[in-house]
């Protein structure tokens, strides 16, 4: 088609150049050049490669003939005498110079297979360490990347050629976005043009909807760059024109955010909830497991204990992780960390659990589990804060505009399911559940599946916004007021109340409210889209970082004028 567009152009200025002739003075025919000789590919399976072949001449038979009604020129290629080139094999085993040397390509184009990095089998964990190695985080990246490394690595013989893949939104997600796209970058390609996140669904029966990315790479220092926009997943793209495209896939600095281990100075820290490992599966003898609620207990579990010991009672505390807080199906558990232990020695039923708990920690293979089996009260990792908390749900619904935050007491007992920010004032829900984080959020956030999985490199990497005394008031009333309302609704749950069609109106209008005052903390007239508010925070990123870069090189080179000096 893009041919035909072409020769369309070119008899259009040949008729203007004379304008007696009814027709072209040249023969249309001759002017196609484009056959099915010029197309290479690899494929894995016999049967498929025959296919392309097949569609490969079909679709040039169909072609010929729009030429042919275009122009009035019959235009056909029978009999075949030119060939796909067509090689089956394993791409990632394969020297792709042996099948066309790069000087003679033009175009990489592919739809790798997308396989998420813990599904890989053996055969393609070893196709993994033949293309990437085994250094560094590469064993995180999906197989996906490797059609990357070795599309980027074989046109470095010919800066020439263009690269457009397909592949899984996950890459240009999360961690993995901060392993692929400095290796890329690295080879001095830049990104041309991408189509952002849209959904593909297979036709084949049983197959789930999976959510992609376009991603055209190039050595051209100045070209017209291009995002595609999808306001659906399955909608149609708008396109705009950008100076620059980033590894997230936004008009932002070509760095990928670290995985920083402390927040900004100033900024309380976040962590992880508490980590029980009471020992719930035991070894049988003859293989297999049984399996027991210890230390964490269901309702049921929980009505049962309190039957055989009502003493109980006292040591019983919620434990809510992050489906538990979102489903409001909050659990228990035995929080003796102050028990008294001849009270616990008189308890039967809990005596039998902690023996429980015991024998499963001396079964770990973890040297530092087997170690806490002689405190069987106690859980393996006491992160609980003393105070009210900011809890944050590890996991949540992609399909959700907000992630689900909530204040807790300390008397709620955190899971590790669960990012924790103990004492955070009021004006930190505000900023963290408003439009503005979850922004920053859906683009830096690592996947798990296709659920955003939230982690302090989220929250530390964030640029937090400047205010004033009387700003940060304000954002305390509006987070009040979104608090406010959600408990005006006590018989449901937070997936009710954030689901998209039955988040009561009042709710998402304080939301709403808050959202239009945090923006404002950032840009006076806000911000028209998602994207437009992502962008914003890496440009604001890029500021912040800059005289922190400037300062540690002039640090450096202090240091090196001293020892010049002495």
Request: hydrophobic content about 35%; some cysteine.
């Given at each position: 088609?893009?041919?035909i567009?072409?020769?369309?152009?070119?008899?259009?200025?040949?008729?203007?150049?004379?304008?007696?002739?009814?027709?072209?003075?040249?023969?249309?025919?001759?002017?196609?050049?484009?056959?099915?000789?010029?197309?290479?590919?690899?494929?894995?399976?016999?049967?498929?490669?025959?296919?392309?072949?097949?569609?490969?001449?079909?679709?040039d038979?169909?072609?010929?003939?729009?030429?042919?009604?275009?122009?009035?020129?019959?235009?056909?290629?029978?009999?075949?005498?030119?060939?796909?080139?067509?090689?089956?094999?394993?791409?990632?085993?394969?020297?792709?110079?042996?099948?066309?040397?790069?000087?003679?390509?033009?175009?990489?184009?592919?739809?790798?297979?997308?396989?998420?990095?813990?599904?890989?089998?053996?055969?393609?964990?070893?196709?993994?360490?033949?293309?990437?190695?085994?250094t560094?985080?590469?064993?995180?990246?999906?197989?996906?990347?490797?059609?990357?490394?070795?599309?980027?690595?074989?046109?470095?013989?010919?800066r020439?050629?263009?690269?457009?893949?397909?592949?899984?939104?996950?890459?240009?997600?999360?961690?993995?976005?901060?392993?692929?796209?400095?290796?890329?970058?690295?080879?001095?390609?830049?990104?041309?043009?991408?189509h952002?996140?849209?959904?593909?669904?297979?036709?084949?029966?049983?197959?789930?909807?999976?959510h992609?990315?376009?991603v055209?790479?190039?050595?051209?220092?100045?070209?017209?760059?291009?995002?595609?926009d999808?306001?659906?997943?399955?909608?149609?793209?708008?396109?705009?024109?950008?100076?620059?495209?980033?590894?997230?896939l936004?008009?932002?600095?070509?760095?990928?955010?670290?995985?920083r281990?402390?927040?900004p100075?100033?900024?309380?820290?976040m962590?992880k909830?508490?980590?029980?490992?009471?020992?719930?599966?035991?070894?049988?003898?003859?293989?297999?497991?049984?399996?027991?609620?210890?230390?964490i207990?269901?309702?049921?579990?929980?009505?049962?204990?309190?039957n055989?010991?009502?003493?109980?009672?006292?040591?019983?505390?919620?434990?809510?992780?992050?489906?538990?807080?979102?489903?409001?199906?909050?659990?228990?558990?035995?929080?003796?960390?102050?028990?008294?232990?001849?009270?616990?020695?008189?308890?039967?039923?809990?005596?039998?659990?902690?023996?429980?708990?015991?024998?499963?920690?001396?079964?770990?293979?973890?040297?530092?589990?087997?170690?806490?089996?002689?405190?069987?009260?106690?859980?393996?990792?006491?992160?609980?804060?003393?105070?009210?908390?900011?809890?944050?749900?590890?996991?949540?619904?992609?399909?959700?505009?907000?992630?689900?935050?909530?204040?807790?007491p300390?008397?709620v007992?955190?899971s590790?399911?669960?990012?924790?920010?103990?004492g955070?004032?009021?004006?930190?829900?505000?900023?963290?559940?408003?439009?503005?984080?979850?922004?920053?959020?859906?683009?830096?956030?690592?996947?798990?599946k296709?659920?955003?999985?939230?982690?302090?490199?989220?929250?530390?990497?964030?640029?937090?916004?400047?205010?004033?005394?009387?700003?940060?008031?304000?954002?305390?009333?509006?987070?009040?007021?979104?608090?406010?309302?959600?408990?005006k609704?006590?018989?449901?749950?937070?997936?009710v109340?954030?689901?998209?069609?039955?988040?009561?109106p009042?709710?998402?209008?304080?939301?709403?409210s808050?959202?239009?005052?945090?923006?404002r903390l950032?840009?006076?007239?806000?911000?028209?889209?998602e994207?437009?508010?992502?962008?914003?925070?890496?440009?604001?990123?890029?500021?912040?970082?800059?005289?922190?870069?400037?300062?540690?090189?002039?640090?450096?080179r202090?240091?090196?004028?001293r020892?010049?000096?002495?």
């Amino acid at each position: 088609m893009l041919e035909i567009e072409i020769i369309r152009e070119i008899t259009a200025a040949e008729a203007h150049r004379d304008q007696t002739a009814a027709r072209p003075t040249f023969e249309v025919a001759w002017q196609s050049l484009v056959d099915v000789d010029q197309f290479y590919g690899i494929e894995i399976g016999e049967f498929p490669a025959r296919i392309a072949e097949t569609a490969l001449w079909m679709m040039d038979h169909i072609l010929n003939n729009r030429l042919s009604l275009e122009f009035g020129h019959s235009f056909v290629r029978i009999p075949l005498e030119k060939s796909p080139h067509i090689t089956v094999g394993n791409a990632l085993d394969m020297d792709w110079q042996a099948l066309l040397p790069a000087e003679k390509c033009s175009y990489i184009i592919g739809n790798p297979p997308f396989v998420g990095h813990q599904w890989r089998t053996q055969a393609q964990q070893r196709d993994m360490a033949g293309v990437w190695g085994r250094t560094g985080q590469v064993n995180r990246l999906d197989y996906v990347t490797c059609w990357f490394n070795k599309a980027t690595a074989y046109a470095a013989d010919n800066r020439d050629i263009e690269i457009a893949l397909v592949a899984t939104n996950s890459i240009t997600q999360g961690e993995q976005c901060g392993i692929l796209w400095p290796a890329v970058f690295a080879r001095e390609l830049s990104i041309r043009f991408a189509h952002r996140t849209f959904q593909w669904n297979s036709e084949a029966r049983g197959r789930a909807a999976v959510h992609c990315v376009i991603v055209g790479l190039t050595f051209a220092k100045e070209c017209r760059r291009r995002l595609y926009d999808y306001d659906s997943p399955r909608g149609e793209p708008h396109v705009s024109e950008v100076g620059r495209i980033n590894g997230y896939l936004i008009d932002g600095p070509q760095y990928a955010v670290p995985a920083r281990t402390k927040p900004p100075e100033g900024r309380p820290a976040m962590h992880k909830g508490s980590q029980p490992t009471d020992g719930a599966r035991l070894r049988k003898p003859g293989g297999g497991y049984l399996k027991f609620s210890n230390l964490i207990l269901q309702d049921s579990d929980r009505e049962q204990l309190l039957n055989a010991d009502p003493n109980c009672e006292k040591w019983l505390k919620p434990y809510v992780g992050g489906e538990e807080l979102i489903s409001g199906q909050w659990r228990w558990c035995l929080w003796l960390k102050s028990a008294d232990p001849s009270e616990l020695k008189a308890s039967e039923p809990i005596i039998e659990r902690l023996e429980r708990v015991r024998s499963g920690r001396l079964q770990s293979p973890t040297a530092g589990v087997r170690e806490l089996a002689s405190y069987p009260t106690l859980f393996t990792q006491d992160r609980q804060p003393d105070t009210d908390y900011l809890a944050i749900p590890e996991v949540s619904s992609e399909t959700r505009e907000y992630i689900p935050i909530a204040i807790l007491p300390p008397t709620v007992i955190a899971s590790s399911k669960l990012q924790l920010i103990p004492g955070a004032p009021l004006h930190y829900f505000g900023i963290l559940t408003s439009a503005m984080h979850m922004s920053w959020m859906r683009t830096v956030a690592g996947r798990l599946k296709s659920d955003y999985s939230y982690s302090p490199s989220v929250y530390n990497s964030f640029p937090w916004p400047e205010m004033s005394d009387k700003q940060c008031k304000r954002i305390e009333e509006l987070s009040q007021a979104v608090l406010d309302t959600r408990a005006k609704f006590p018989d449901s749950p937070l997936d009710v109340l954030y689901d998209q069609d039955a988040m009561p109106p009042a709710l998402r209008t304080a939301h709403q409210s808050l959202d239009r005052a945090v923006d404002r903390l950032y840009r006076r007239n806000g911000f028209a889209s998602e994207r437009e508010r992502v962008e914003h925070l890496f440009s604001l990123r890029e500021k912040r970082q800059a005289p922190l870069l400037t300062s540690k090189q002039g640090t450096k080179r202090s240091r090196q004028r001293r020892r010049q000096q002495s």
